[in-house]
């Protein structure tokens, strides 16, 4: 199992970026994007459950970030628009089995390798 992360990089303020996560080996039930910057804890930034029904966000980015998943490729994305200086983080994927909603990062079982988000004033 495998999860490969894409699509960072350099941005100005209220740009925009849209991640990818290509899993390979199996298909999850949930997929989570995380988010850390230096100095801080892993954060939760958004999730997609099941078919791609259910879509949760942390407050700091609702409004600005989507999640998609396209089942047929096995890919999760992360739209990120009117991108700001504090959204500046490695940006992680993840799976898990379960349907239940957590930000929890110990909940899921499967991480990508990170992509650097840096978002410029």
């Known amino acids: 199992v495998q999860l490969q992360a894409s699509g960072g990089g350099l941005v100005q303020a209220g740009g925009s970026l849209r991640l990818s996560c290509a899993a390979s080996?199996?298909?999850?039930?949930?997929y989570g994007w995380f988010r850390q910057s230096p100095g801080k804890e892993r954060e939760f930034v958004a999730d997609?459950?099941?078919?791609?029904?259910?879509?949760s966000y942390a407050d700091s980015v609702k409004g600005r970030f989507t999640i998609s998943r396209d089942n047929g490729k096995n890919t999760v994305y992360l739209q990120m628009n009117s991108l700001k200086p504090e959204d500046t983080a490695v940006y992680y994927c993840?799976?898990?089995?379960?349907?239940?909603?957590?930000?929890?990062?110990?909940?899921?079982?499967?991480w990508g390798q990170g992509t650097q988000v840096t978002v410029s004033s």
């Open positions: 993840a799976a898990r089995g379960k349907v239940l909603f957590t930000t929890t990062p110990s909940a899921y079982d499967y």
């Open positions: 997609i459950r099941s078919s791609g029904d259910s879509t």
């Open positions: 080996g199996r298909t999850f039930s949930s």
